[in-house]
């Protein structure tokens, strides 16, 4: 698998981890989180453990005393498998969740996180505390944006494919009138100073916001007419953040949250290495090949698309992140076996052949199932995210799933 693969495919797997892990609620204080950094000996993270399952005994509830328990002995057992915990640490969750009815199961989550843990930390309660981890899922690499004219300006934030509004202003600076005399020249001062207070607001929050996100990559500014310009000519921006300011600025129509969807736009050629432009660019490659009179060298749907990458002929998938579903293999009471993609493994299925209940035998997320094919066929695999215009667009038209091919298959 290719080194962008790799690492494109261990940040989804954490990031889905995280969103199932997240969404576990336990029937009482019974769902076990534990974080061990890498200088914690796993001999002194046992003992804590056998000291916890001890003092478990003493639970009132016999069915969270029993949940509790069986957690920290499956703990304990996976913990057996690790001499130390790996160089940035080890997370493991687990728990009794609850199912249909009144039945439960056993999750049980492993994660050797992206960054360094430097505390250990047991906490048993009611979901998984995963706070420590969701940090880690934020994309480092940001930009802020600013637009802003005479009327209103608003601060946000691009990370990977977010944009976020932080601040909106209205000026109250009074529109420019038509008086005579010595009132002309008064008018004229009262609205210059209204305007100067205001471009002080906004830069004082611009310099509250991002003078200290050490992510940051660059600062976009636009909007409409020469308002911009004058804002950053006359330097009423923090001089550190001045040095951030990406040139050219940028004209857009607006100055709303609408604006800084159009600055990000007009800046793409900038922000080459920034998720949302490589999202925009491959599906507008997509939508080139779609809109040629045979099709082009596109494919979309997952039958086309598997077969297309199981042949060889993708040249890149593109993947939306919000697909979730599950390549899995049944097998039936008759012995039919199926290779099929399903909502939820755990859910009822029928043999397609004869239409008995099938039981699950293996199963695998279907963007990890198209990620293997990928690694044999030296396939780019492009995660779109479903937080960008294209990524909703790929979900509802194609599926989430389509590819760019190195040569027609049919």
Request: net charge negative; with cysteine.
């Amino acid at each position: 698998m290719s080194d962008a693969n790799a690492l494109d495919r261990a940040r989804y797997d954490f990031k889905k981890s995280m969103q199932e892990i997240t969404s576990y609620r336990g029937r009482g204080t019974e769902l076990i989180s534990v974080y061990i950094p890498h200088s914690k000996l796993v001999s002194d993270v046992m003992a804590y453990l056998r000291e916890e399952q001890s003092q478990a005994s003493n639970i009132k509830s016999k069915s969270t005393m029993k949940n509790v328990t069986g957690a920290i002995d499956s703990i304990m057992s996976r913990l057996r498998t690790y001499k130390t915990a790996p160089p940035k640490g080890l997370v493991i969750f687990c728990g009794e969740v609850p199912r249909a009815g009144d039945q439960t199961k056993m999750v049980q989550y492993t994660i050797e996180p992206p960054e360094e843990i430097t505390n250990f930390l047991y906490r048993c309660d009611s979901e998984f505390y995963t706070e420590p981890l969701e940090e880690m899922l934020l994309d480092k690499k940001s930009y802020g944006l600013i637009t802003i004219d005479r009327k209103e300006a608003t601060i946000g934030l691009l990370s990977g494919s977010r944009i976020s509004v932080l601040k909106h202003f209205d000026s109250l600076v009074p529109s420019k009138h038509h008086q005579g005399g010595q009132s002309s020249v008064r008018f004229e001062r009262l609205i210059e100073i209204a305007a100067h207070e205001f471009y002080k607001k906004v830069a004082d929050n611009a310099t509250d916001i991002f003078l200290n996100r050490a992510e940051l990559q660059g600062i976009l500014v636009g909007g409409p007419g020469s308002t911009k310009d004058f804002f950053v000519k006359e330097e009423y921006l923090h001089h550190e953040l001045r040095k951030k300011v990406v040139n050219p600025l940028f004209d857009t129509g607006y100055t709303d949250e609408s604006g800084l969807r159009e600055l990000v736009d007009a800046a793409k050629d900038t922000l080459t290495d920034i998720q949302l432009t490589v999202e925009k660019e491959y599906m507008q490659r997509l939508f080139r090949e779609i809109r040629k009179q045979d099709g082009g060298l596109s494919a979309y749907g997952e039958e086309d698309v598997r077969a297309a990458a199981e042949a060889g002929a993708a040249d890149i998938l593109l993947l939306s992140e919000s697909i979730n579903k599950y390549r899995v293999v049944t097998e039936c009471g008759s012995g039919h076996k199926m290779k099929i993609t399903v909502d939820d493994p755990e859910g009822k299925i029928s043999c397609q052949e004869c239409g008995q209940p099938a039981k699950v035998m293996e199963q695998e997320d279907l963007i990890d199932s198209f990620f293997e094919i990928a690694d044999g066929y030296n396939t780019k695999v492009q995660l779109i995210s479903g937080d960008s215009e294209e990524g909703d667009m790929l979900l509802r038209a194609f599926g989430g799933i389509a590819a760019i091919l190195r040569y027609r298959t049919g």
